[in-house]
C-alpha cells in the first residue's frame, strides 16, 4: 500500500467588516474542509489605533477585520476552539498585542497555553520595506519582536513567534535573488537581536531557532520559484549550522507557508487567474525536500475587489484537488539527480550569498533599512518589471497581449465581488465606545501603567500586556501607551536615492513636459499623496518615479498622511496637480474628504486623478466628487498615464489664462 505524505495547511487569507461576520466566515471555510485560519486585520487595528481615530476613518473593516479589544477577539472565534485550532495572524507593529488578546480569549476558553498553534507574522523588517505597518522605530521594534519571541518559546512551545516573511517584498518587486537574501538577511537580524539579549542562551537558543518560520510567495515562474525554495532550504541550513552553531535537524529545518503572487493577478481577463493561481501553487508543493507547509491562495477576482466566499471556496478546492486527487503526495522528491535544477539552485545561492555579503557590510538589515539600501533596491527592481510589460518583453496574457476577448459571465451581475457595509464603521465605534464605558477605570489606570514601566524599564512586554487584554484596554491605548515611550517612525521611501532606469518611450512625454512648464511658467509639480492608512506604496513609488524621469517635480513623503496633510503640503508646495493612491477599498470616504477641504482652501482648480482598486460604480462616484481621471491596474503603461497628466496640467492652464 502506497504511504501518502500528510498534506500542507489548507488555509485562505480572511477577514472584513465585523468580528462577527469574520467568525461567520471563519466557521463556514472551516466546514468546508479548511484545516487553519488565516486572520486579515482591518488597517487601524495593524497600525495601532482605535476604529474611532480621526486616521481610522473610512479603514473600519476594509482590508480585515477591526479588532478594538478583548470583546471583538473574543466575538471573532466564537464557538472555534483555539486548543484545536492552527491560527496565523497577518500582524506586525502590534503582534504583542494581538497576540496578548488570543492568549486572553484562550485563557477564558479554559486552553491550555502549551496546546496553543498558530503563528504570528511579526516581522516588522517588510514593514518598512514593502507593506507599510510599521508603527515605531527600528531598535523598539526589534525589541518588541524579541519579547514576543523569548516569551513563546517559554510558555507557548507550539507557537510560531515570527514569521521572516518575504511574501510581500516580491509584491513590492523583489527578484528571486532579492526575496532570498533580504529575507534571510531579516532572520539574521532577529536571531541577532535575541542572542545580544543573553535572554535565550545555549538550548533555550536552539529552541528559539527552531520556532522561527518563513512565509514566502510563489510567481509565475514555477521552475525559478521552485528553485528558490530549494535555495531557501540550503542557505537556511547554512546559516543555522555557520553563524548560530544548530546542528539538530529539527531546529535548522526550513519551515515555511505562502500566499501565492497577488501582484500578478490581473483585472483584464481576470478568468485566466485561476491558471495562475494554479502554477503558482506547485512551485511550492511539487518539490518534497523544499514543501510548503501551510497553503494560501487568492481568489481569481482579488485585482476586481474583495472576494465572496464563493471565490475563496474556489481556491480552497483548488489545494484540495492537488492534494487528494494527484499522486504528488506519494513521492519522494522528484527534482532530486536533475542536473538543471542543482545548476538553477545553485546560481541563487551564490547571488544571494553575495547579496548578504553587501548587507553584513553595511551593519545587517537594520542599517540597510536606516540607509535606504532594501528600499531602493525594490523600487529599482519593480520600476524594470513594469517597464518590461510595457514594452512587451514580459507578455502577460490579455493585458499586454491577446486582449481582444469574450465578456466573462464571472465579473457581471450584482454581488460579483464583496462590499463591506456602509454602515459598519458607525456601528463598530458605537460597540467600542460602549466598551469603554463598562470597564473599570481603576483597573485600566493600572494595567497601563504597568505596561508603560515594562517599556520603559526593558522589561518583557508580553505579560503586562495580556494583563491589559484583561483589563479591557483596547488597541488604540496600547499604542498610544508605547508611542509615548518609542516614539513614531517614517520609513525612508526609495524614491529620491532610486538609481534613474533607461526608460524607453519618453521622449514626447517629456517634450510635452518642457513644453506645459514653458507655457505655465515653470516646471509642472505633481504632488503624490497616500490618505488613510494603506502602506501599499508600490503604485505610487512608481508614478513618483516616472514623473521624476518625465522632468515633473515631484512631491512624495511617504505613506500614512491624513487628507488635511495632503491639502496642506498642495498648497505649501504650490502643485498644478495631485494624485492619491488608495488599494484598501477606502477611497470614497478618503477621496470625498480631499476633495471638500481643497475646496474649503480655495484650491478647487488643482485637478485630482486617483489611482487604486476601484469598481466601476465607484469611478462613477469619485468623478462626480470633482475627480478629474481614475486609474486602475488595468492602467498598467506608465507613459500614458504620464501624457495624460502632462495634457490635464496643460488644460488647467488654458483654463486660468
Known sequence: MVVRDKPWLFRTYAGHSTAMESNKLYRSNLAKGQTGLSVAFDLPTQTGYDSDHPLARGEVGKVGVPISHLGDMRTLFDGIPLAEMNTSMTINACAAWLLSLYIATADEQGADRTKLQGTTQNDIIKEYLSRGTYVFPPAPSMRLTKDTIIFTTKDLPKWNPMNVCSYHLQEAGATPVQELAFALANAIAILDTVKKSGEAEGAAFGEV???????????????????????????????????????????????????????????????????????????????????????????????????????????????????????????????????????????????????????????GAVAAIENSYMKQQLVESNTRRLEAIERGEQVVVGVNRWTETEPSPLTTGEGAILTVPEGVEAEQIARLQAWREARDPKAVAAALAALKSAAQEGRNIMEPSIVCAKAGITTGEWGTCLREVFGEYRAPTGVGRAARVDTQGLDEVRKGVDAVSEKIGRRIKFLVGKPGLDGHSNGAEQIAVRARDCGMEVVYEGIRLTPAEIVNAALEESVHVIGLSILSGSHVPLVRDVMERLRAEGLADIPVVVGGIIPPEDEVQLKGFGVTAVYTPKNFELNRIMADIVAIVDRQGQKAA
Open 209 to 363: 531557532v527552531g520556532r522561527i518560520s518563513f512565509f514566502v510567495n510563489a510567481g509565475m515562474r514555477f521552475i525559478t520559484e521552485m528553485c528558490k525554495m530549494r535555495a531557501f532550504v540550503d542557505l537556511w541550513d547554512e546559516i543555522c549550522v555557520e553563524r548560530y552553531g544548530i546542528t539538530d535537524a529539527k531546529q535548522k529545518l526550513f519551515r515555511y507557508g505562502v500566499q501565492v503572487n497577488s501582484l500578478g493577478l490581473t483585472e483584464q481577463q481576470p478568468e485566466n487567474n485561476v491558471y495562475r493561481i494554479l502554477l503558482e501553487m506547485l512551485a511550492v508543493t511539487l518539490s518534497k525536500k523544499a514543501r510548503a507547509r501551510a497553503v494560501q491562495l487568492p481568489a481569481w477576482n482579488e485585482a476586481l475587489g474583495l472576494p465572496r466566499s464563493f471565490d475563496q471556496q474556489w481556491s480552497l478546492r483548488m489545494q484540495q484537488v492537488v492534494a487528494y486527487e494527484t499522486d504528488l503526495l506519494e513521492y519522494g522528491d522528484i527534482f532530486d539527480g536533475s542536473t538543471e535544477i542543482a545548476r538553477k539552485v545553485q546560481e541563487l545561492k551564490e547571488e544571494a550569498r553575495a547579496e548578504l555579503a553587501r548587507i553584513d557590510a553595511m551593519g
